[in-house]
């Protein structure tokens, strides 16, 4: 709740895929995480569930898109861990941090896509 990172990475998510994101506050977001399947090490601010996918933390929508789109074998999901600045939701002062979106599964984790 009150969390404005997490409202503008999803006014981020609506303005590039063309949707409607639909928000839930939770007082306890690592039960959701957990729910969720999101491997400790992943855990960032927010979650996101899309056509059976998790999406964890700022991941920017040309990646959520890519995943949608392709469809790859084994993941589970995508994850930006912590909050790089910089990241969709994080854009302050013009500071950019290099980021990963890192896939999950259950044949493990790989890099997905590296930022900027």
């Known amino acids: 709740p009150n969390c404005g990172c ?20 939770s007082v306890d977001m690592a039960k959701v995480k957990v729910q969720n399947g999101v491997p400790p090490e992943l855990q960032a601010c927010h979650t996101m569930i899309v056509d059976g ?5 700022h991941v920017p929508s040309d990646a959520i898109a890519k995943l949608l789109r392709d469809k790859p074998k084994g993941v589970t999901g995508l994850a930006v861990a912590g909050m790089p600045m910089g990241s969709p939701g994080m854009e302050a002062g013009g500071r950019v ?10 044949a493990g984790q790989k890099v997905f896509a590296r930022y900027p």
């Open 6 to 25: 997490c409202m503008s990475w999803a006014g981020h998510v609506e303005r590039n895929l063309k949707t409607t994101v639909t928000t839930v506050d």
């Open 53 to 57: 996918y998790v999406i964890e933390g």
């Open 97 to 106: 941090q290099p980021y990963s979106v890192v896939a999950f599964g259950p």
